[in-house]
Structure formats: structure tokens, C-alpha cells
């Protein structure tokens, strides 16, 4: 949340052609009461790109799942996994794994009001209820009910006395749990997500193997990591850039209209100060898009 806008999406999609974007995080009532163009506008260049929601009401989900797809995205994901104190008193996020009948629920529903495909994302548990039961017990009702797409963080969720910083750190990873997934399952595709922090992230993919990777503030701090592992996985592409200052161009013409259309400064370009990470030159350009400054007119 706040962190995957618009903007940032748009600079990720010059690194990584092949990749499927995601959404911040928006809650069912804010798409329905909310300011749609504000909450839910994007560049036709993100495609594909998906919207996460978080809710628990079956209507309210499905009425935000189609207001989703009339806008045009490509999927709609709910999401089971966030461990924030605002999520939970929400009776959303990470706590729905201890409701699998009332997310299966929401799942048909969302299902039954768009034609896009309708997808979860998920922890492998919640506080002590973290073994492999507890996670078949989530996924069966899902799977069941047609979800075919699991986005799986393979850590579980302490819901009680750690930040979601901390979730993303302490709670040991299990990846292993994906391959019991997919034994189980076999007609569902299960994503990998967490601890995925460089190029070798690729190997899961054989290793478990797993149908995909997720990468989170990963690759909001090191984009550059986008673009290696969209050549890893897809090979050539001429759409890629071969390094880093052919992205300057496109995000000065995108700075250029947004600047136009009255979006300030900052808002775009707080979300591009990864670019140059680890090179000579990165704290020259973080300060620049921190100070909200063209990118054209830096030097790096």
C-alpha cells in the first residue's frame, strides 16, 4: 500500500515487458465510494496488470471485482495476506485465513460478476495455526470453488506483536509448503512470494518447481532486478532496455504529461529513485526524484 501507484507501475513496466503488474492494495469500499480515477486510473502501458482488493462482504467484493474489470484490468486478486493492525480491524487481510467457508464465499462471488480471472494471495498461516494442515484447509475450499491461481507468501503471519515490516522478516520462510500445494492440487497454478531479493529467485522455479515468482519491495528498491529477471525467465526482448538511462526518456515524457494533468511532481518521481541502485551516481538521482526534479535533467 503506497507504495505500487500508477507511477511506479508505469516505471516498472519499461524494465519488465513480460511481467504481470499488481495494485496497491484497495479495500472494496474505497473502489465503490472512492474516487475511481484517483484510486484506480493507470496508463494502458501497464498491461497486463491486476487489482488486489481486501474485504470480507461477498457483494461488496464482487460490486468492486466488476467495477474493476469496466476499468480494464486484466485480474482481479483478493488478497488474504496483509498482517497490518488497520487490515485486521478490517476483518480483511492475513485474518481471512481463519475464515476459508467466508473467503470461498467471497471468491464465488467475485467470480460470478466479472469474466477476468479471480486470484488469492495468501500467507502459509496465521500465528500458531502455521502448519500444513491448517494451509490445505484454506486452499481446498478455494480451489473448489474454480480459484486456480494461488499467490502464496511462504511465510505465516504473527498477527500479534510483530509490524508487517517484521512479518515480511522474522517468521521463517517455507517454500517446501508450495510443492506439498502443488501435489495436492495439481490443476492450480501456486505463485511463490517472499525472501525473493535477487536473480537466483529463478531457481525456485525449477527447484519446487514453482508456476511463477512474486517480487515485492525487492523490486521497489533495486527495479533493475525486474528487468534481469524478466530476461531470465523470457529471454530477448527487444522491448527491454539494455541499460539503465534508456528509461529516462520514457519517464520524462510520462513526467512531462503527468505534470500537465496537475499531478505533482514528488508524487511521480518518489517512486523512480531506484533506478540507479548500487551504481555510481545513485545518490545524485535519489535526491533528484526526491526533490520531485525532471529526470532529464539529471546526471547521474
Known sequence: MDWTTRHCRFFHRLLAPNALLYTEMVTAAAVIYGKRDRLLGFDTAEHPVALQLGGSDPRALAEAAAIGQAMGYDEINLNCGCPSDRVQKGAFGACLMREPALVADCLQAMRESVTVPVTVKHRIGVDDENDYAFLSRFVEPLYFRGCRVFIVHARAALLKGLSPKENREIPPLHYERLKALKQDFPKAQFILNGGLTDATAVQWLETLPADGLMIGRAAYHNPWLLRDLDALVFGEDAARPADRREVIEPLQSYFEKGLSEGVPATAMTRHWHGLFHGQPGAVVW???????????????
Not at 535526491?287 to 539529471?298: K, S
Request: proline letters at 7%; zero cysteines.
Open 286 to 300: 535519489r535526491r533528484a526524484m526526491a526533490e520531485g526534479r525532471a529526470p532529464a535533467t539529471v546526471t547521474a
